[in-house]
């Protein structure tokens, strides 16, 4: 089993910055494929990015070029920056890990879920 434990969100003002990270346990961290999603109220959970075993990074088209995606192997932990945030960002963001072959976009690509950390942009 693997336990992922989100942190470091909160609340920020439009245009501002934040960093969300997500600490790993229980099997060996350099072998996963590690991502964040999305869920905001009402609305179906969103791929953000994901980072893969070999340091590939993926974000989605909705926030490229403000956030990224990172891995410290050494502290089994990955991180999120997130930068010019805007209000439509607000959302729980959720950590994820896999050991399969490939790194996916798909929540279904996902074994492990963390309990997830809310962010929140005021306008």
């Known amino acids: 089993q693997v336990q992922l434990v989100e942190s470091g969100g909160g609340l920020v003002q439009a245009g501002g910055s934040l960093k969300v990270s997500c600490a790993a346990s229980g099997r060996t961290f350099s072998n996963a494929h590690m991502g964040w999603f999305r869920q905001a109220p009402g609305k179906e959970r969103e791929f953000v990015a994901f980072?893969?075993?070999?340091?590939?990074?993926s974000v989605a088209d909705s926030v490229k070029g403000r956030f990224t995606i990172s891995r410290d192997n050494a502290k089994n932990t990955v991180y999120l920056q997130m930068n010019s945030l805007k209000p439509e960002d607000t959302s729980v963001y959720y950590c994820?890990?896999?050991?399969?072959?490939?790194?996916?976009?798909?929540?279904?690509?996902?074994?492990?879920w963390g309990q997830g950390t809310q962010v929140t942009v005021s306008s």
């Open positions: 980072i893969t075993r070999s340091g590939i990074t």
């Open positions: 994820v890990a896999d050991f399969s072959t490939w790194a996916s976009r798909r929540p279904s690509g996902y074994d492990y």
